[in-house]
Each structure stands twice: as structure tokens, then as C-alpha cells.
């Protein structure tokens, strides 16, 4: 059974309209991560929550943002997509913080903004 | 130095044959080291974790991790087709988010 589970697999948008991706899960992890990985490129870190505390990275543009309401959902909030933001969205869980960790990804998000 | 830097291919190695996928990383991403692989399209799925200096198997993959040298590998004993993927490397130093490097494309030719 899918534990971290994201809707929708695919989404196709307009260049500047709103987008909401959304991740949940059902390991009652208290990490969650949305990353971005575009083609033959690393995932790159856009955010992350330990519990409630929202850790934004330094250049993630200011038109991503991120909802969490409570430990099971995560969202990712694209205000004004723009061309440069078609990319696979990763939202991935770990149990707690620490260095032995590992991050559990689900299937993704494919967006494409036309 | 990017933090976790790999070669990104495509690797290729017949049917059977051993693949070496490797991996150094920075002083920033010290701490422990996970092999995720990914196919086409398709999300990360972690393989293996090594933290201490040495080799770990499991089945016929083998991480091996040398912190003096600052290097991670990964081996794939008996390569098979299905064993075709891109194989991304990521490093962390104490709590922090795992940094990925942009992966490795692995080919094996049956």
C-alpha cells in the first residue's frame, strides 16, 4: 500500500494560473519535504516542516508556498506558475529528524504549465 | 566542490557484469549516505544506507563508504536489465535535509 501518497500524478496548467499539488501520508512521520527535479537534474530541496516548524530554502522563489494543517498533508501552493516551474514534484516523509534518517518519497507530481 | 557530485553517465555494462556507480560528496554532507534509484518517471526508492567507513551488503548491491577520501560507491553485482535506472546518490550532515547529487544513468545491455 502507497504510504506517501500525491495528487494529482499529472497536471497540466496555464502559464500564471494557480496550482496546488498535495502529498499525504500514512506513516505518521514528522518530516515532510516537497523537493523539484526537472530533467536529468538532482531533486532540489524547496521545503521542509519538522512537525509544525517551516523550514523555507534560501532560493526557492517566493511564488512557491507550503501548507501543512496537520501531521498527515502537505501542500505545495504555486502562485503564479511560469514556464521554468514544469518539473516532477517530490513530496517525501521521514520518520524524525536526525543524520540516519531516510527520506521516503511518493510516486510525484508531474506539472507541466503551457 | 558541489556538495554531492556524481558522474552522470549513461554507465553501461552487459548482462551479468558488475556495475560501480561513485560518488564523491563535500565536507557539508559528511554525516551518513543513502543510494536511491529511479526510473524513468518515476519517483526515488531508497536501496541502501551506509554511515560507517567500509562495505555494506545487501543482496547484490554493495555501498562501500571511505571518509578520508570522501567517497561513496555503490556496486551492483549481476547486473540485470531491470537493474536499468538512474542511481542518485544523497549525503547529509546531522539533521539536516539529504542533498542528492544529479545521478547516475545506468544501462544494462542483455
Known amino acids: 500500500d502507497a504510504m506517501v501518497i500525491q495528487n494529482p500524478r499529472y497536471q497540466v496548467t496555464q502559464f500564471g494560473k494557480p496550482v496546488t499539488l498535495s502529498c499525504s501520508q500514512t506513516?505518521?512521520?514528522?518530516?515532510m519535504y516537497w523537493y523539484q527535479q526537472k530533467s536529468s537534474q538532482a531533486p532540489k530541496l524547496l521545503f521542509h516542516?519538522?512537525?509544525?516548524?517551516?523550514?523555507n530554502e534560501a532560493d526557492t522563489p517566493d511564488n512557491f508556498q507550503s501548507r501543512r494543517p496537520n501531521t498527515s498533508f502537505c501542500f505545495l501552493d504555486i502562485r503564479s506558475p511560469g514556464l521554468g516551474d514544469t518539473a516532477m514534484y517530490l513530496c517525501a516523509t521521514s520518520r524524525r529528524s536526525g543524520e540516519y534518517q531516510p527520506q521516503h518519497f511518493g510516486d510525484g507530481t508531474r506539472l507541466s504549465i503551457l | 566542490q558541489k556538495e554531492v557530485e556524481q558522474n552522470s553517465g549513461p554507465l553501461s555494462v552487459p548482462e551479468g557484469a558488475i556495475a560501480s556507480l561513485n560518488c564523491t560528496y563535500s565536507d557539508r554532507v559528511s554525516q551518513s549516505f543513502f543510494w536511491y534509484r529511479q526510473y524513468s518517471g518515476k519517483s526515488p526508492e531508497l536501496i541502501m544506507s551506509?554511515?560507517?567507513?567500509g562495505d555494506k551488503e545487501d543482496g547484490r548491491f554493495t555501498a562501500q563508504l571511505n571518509k578520508a577520501s570522501q567517497y561513496v560507491s555503490l556496486l551492483i553485482r549481476d547486473s540485470q536489465p531491470s537493474d536499468s535506472a538512474t542511481y542518485l546518490c544523497?549525503?547529509?550532515?546531522?539533521?539536516?535535509?539529504?542533498?542528492f547529487g544529479k545521478g547516475t544513468r545506468l544501462s544494462v545491455i542483455a
Open positions: 506513516l505518521n512521520h514528522n518530516v
Open positions: 551506509i554511515y560507517s567507513n
Open positions: 544523497a549525503g547529509r550532515d546531522g539533521n539536516t535535509p539529504l542533498v
Open positions: 516542516y519538522y512537525d509544525k516548524d517551516f523550514n
